[in-house]
């Protein structure tokens, strides 16, 4: 089979034991690097960001320029236009009435033998939300992060977003956070604003959780700073892994695997068929398309280190290594999709069928596009409005419902050597004499 890119072609009986472990490239290397910034953000506050935006983003700031002024968000909006604006209006729309709708199922009550029990939630306080910067601008992930939490009912949400050599943050990136009525926003990016976001600084005061996505060191300050403030996952570089059989399109598998390859050079773009033919023809056509594509030496790169297909034997073979894989995206192309999709047990997100792509779910379902990566989906879900906010059991008992039970708790706590448990479960009828 004919490799023009490089990318890496198995069959699945010969993969590499390791093929699957792209957690390692958290590696050991960078975690001196990024604990040095951490700490040095917590101890200097406002110079180390200024030291570290100048180092890191070629930005001079100085400490009342961090925090972005309601004229620069006049301004950002002079320099969109109203279809963009649109754009970002409708996806808002649609995530915040999805995430409405999961509010909705959530509230459980029960009353039983004089015992009722109700779950609520409660936001929390406040979030702070990294939007990515760099070689592209998120205003998506603006809306990912921020329209969830302001749904949850977070009274404080903060954005934190790399600035340009020019110091300033992308309109479009200022625009969704207006959309999205966030209180507060930052020009500061990488692991210097996850430290800031944690423990604070003379600027920027320290939030309870902080979300979003980001490259390696973002992901390794999340972390690190895990250990103090809560985190949503290590949301690291992009992933897609298509399932196909021989009824595919190989061009539209080429193409949904370069669309995650241009995010950057550390993306994974993968394939696993049952078809050899699929899976020469995918091969050329990732040659064909990589080579003229726009962003095309980042998309070769991440190819070329970071592709991969596989053929497999049997259609329970390519399940399995799925759901070894536990990829942020799954598309499947196969003649009975759905049911394969039945059988996919850690992913990010399900896309099912030829006009399910990525791109849709990134864009316009309202799905949220902020998932697990690096295997992280054998135990972590999307990002959703349950992440900003604390389930909370509500308990009345009367004194029958007490009564009834008295007994059983009485036998529990001498089991487990809690005396004083019981005897508090006891004073009350004691003192009804």
Same mark, same amino acid.
């Given at each position: 089979?004919?490799?023009?890119?490089?990318?890496?072609?198995?069959?699945?009986?010969?993969?590499?034991?390791?093929?699957?472990? *792209?957690?390692?490239?958290?590696? =050991? $290397?960078?975690?001196?690097?990024?604990?040095?910034?951490?700490?040095?953000?917590?101890?200097?506050?406002?110079?180390?960001?200024? =030291?570290?935006?100048? /180092?890191?983003?070629?930005?001079?700031?100085?400490?009342?320029?961090?925090?972005?002024?309601?004229? =620069?968000?006049?301004?950002?909006?002079?320099?969109?236009?109203?279809?963009?604006?649109?754009?970002?209006?409708?996806?808002?729309?649609?995530?915040? $009435?999805?995430?409405?709708?999961?509010?909705?199922?959530?509230?459980?009550?029960?009353? /039983?033998?004089?015992?009722?029990?109700?779950?609520?939630?409660?936001?929390?306080?406040?979030?702070?939300?990294?939007?990515?910067?760099?070689?592209?601008?998120?205003?998506?992930?603006?809306?990912?992060?921020?329209?969830?939490?302001?749904?949850?009912?977070?009274? *404080?949400?903060?954005?934190? $977003?790399?600035?340009?050599?020019?110091?300033?943050?992308?309109?479009?990136?200022?625009?969704?956070?207006?959309?999205?009525?966030?209180?507060?926003?930052?020009?500061?990016?990488?692991?210097?604003?996850?430290?800031?976001?944690?423990?604070g600084t003379e600027t920027i005061k320290p939030v309870k959780k902080i979300v979003g996505p980001g490259n390696k060191y973002v992901t390794m300050a999340k972390i690190l700073v895990s250990k103090d403030v809560a985190i949503d996952m290590p949301a690291g570089p992009?992933?897609?892994?298509?399932?196909?059989?021989?009824?595919?399109?190989?061009?539209?598998?080429?193409?949904?695997?370069? $669309?995650?390859?241009?995010?950057?050079?550390?993306?994974?773009?993968?394939?696993?068929?049952?078809?050899?033919?699929?899976? =020469?023809?995918?091969l050329f056509w990732l040659g064909k398309t990589g080579a003229s594509a726009e962003r095309g030496i980042i998309v070769r790169k991440a190819l070329a280190e970071q592709g991969f297909i596989i053929t497999c034997d049997s259609v329970e073979e390519m399940v399995d290594l799925a759901n070894v894989f536990a990829p942020e995206h799954v598309e499947i192309m196969t003649r009975n999709p759905m049911e394969i999709a039945d059988r996919i047990t850690s992913a990010g997100v399900i896309l099912i069928g030829p006009y399910s792509p990525v791109s849709l779910s990134d864009y316009g379902t309202g799905t949220n596009h902020v998932l697990p990566t690096s295997g992280f989906g054998h135990a972590f879900s999307g990002l959703s409005v349950l992440d900003f906010a604390r389930r909370v059991n509500v308990v009345e008992s009367s004194r029958e419902g007490l009564m009834r039970l008295k007994r059983h708790v009485k036998v529990l706590t001498e089991a487990e050597n809690l005396p004083n448990h019981y005897k508090a479960i006891e004073a009350r009828f004691e003192n009804e004499n």
């Amino acid at each position: 089979m004919r490799n023009q890119l490089q990318v890496k072609v198995w069959k699945a009986s010969a993969l590499p034991a390791n093929w699957f472990k *792209r957690t390692q490239k958290l590696d =050991e $290397s960078i975690e001196n690097d990024v604990k040095a910034i951490v700490d040095k953000v917590a101890k200097n506050g406002d110079t180390a960001l200024i =030291e570290f935006t100048e /180092k890191f983003d070629k930005a001079k700031l100085k400490a009342e320029n961090l925090r972005v002024t309601s004229k =620069e968000i006049e301004e950002a909006y002079k320099a969109t236009n109203k279809e963009q604006i649109s754009a970002l209006k409708l996806i808002k729309s649609k995530v915040s $009435s999805l995430e409405n709708r999961v509010l909705e199922r959530i509230g459980i009550a029960t009353s /039983k033998d004089g015992i009722a029990v109700q779950t609520v939630l409660r936001p929390i306080e406040s979030v702070g939300c990294y939007v990515p910067g760099g070689q592209a601008a998120y205003p998506s992930t603006v809306i990912m992060t921020a329209a969830p939490a302001k749904v949850a009912g977070v009274s *404080r949400i903060v954005v934190c $977003s790399p600035p340009t050599p020019q110091g300033t943050v992308n309109p479009l990136v200022l625009v969704a956070a207006d959309i999205c009525e966030v209180n507060e926003i930052y020009k500061v990016g990488g692991a210097q604003a996850i430290a800031a976001l944690a423990y604070g600084t003379e600027t920027i005061k320290p939030v309870k959780k902080i979300v979003g996505p980001g490259n390696k060191y973002v992901t390794m300050a999340k972390i690190l700073v895990s250990k103090d403030v809560a985190i949503d996952m290590p949301a690291g570089p992009s992933e897609i892994l298509v399932l196909a059989d021989e009824t595919a399109n190989p061009q539209l598998v080429a193409l949904d695997m370069i $669309s995650q390859a241009e995010h950057g050079a550390d993306s994974v773009a993968g394939l696993i068929t049952t078809s050899e033919k699929i899976a =020469e023809k995918t091969l050329f056509w990732l040659g064909k398309t990589g080579a003229s594509a726009e962003r095309g030496i980042i998309v070769r790169k991440a190819l070329a280190e970071q592709g991969f297909i596989i053929t497999c034997d049997s259609v329970e073979e390519m399940v399995d290594l799925a759901n070894v894989f536990a990829p942020e995206h799954v598309e499947i192309m196969t003649r009975n999709p759905m049911e394969i999709a039945d059988r996919i047990t850690s992913a990010g997100v399900i896309l099912i069928g030829p006009y399910s792509p990525v791109s849709l779910s990134d864009y316009g379902t309202g799905t949220n596009h902020v998932l697990p990566t690096s295997g992280f989906g054998h135990a972590f879900s999307g990002l959703s409005v349950l992440d900003f906010a604390r389930r909370v059991n509500v308990v009345e008992s009367s004194r029958e419902g007490l009564m009834r039970l008295k007994r059983h708790v009485k036998v529990l706590t001498e089991a487990e050597n809690l005396p004083n448990h019981y005897k508090a479960i006891e004073a009350r009828f004691e003192n009804e004499n």
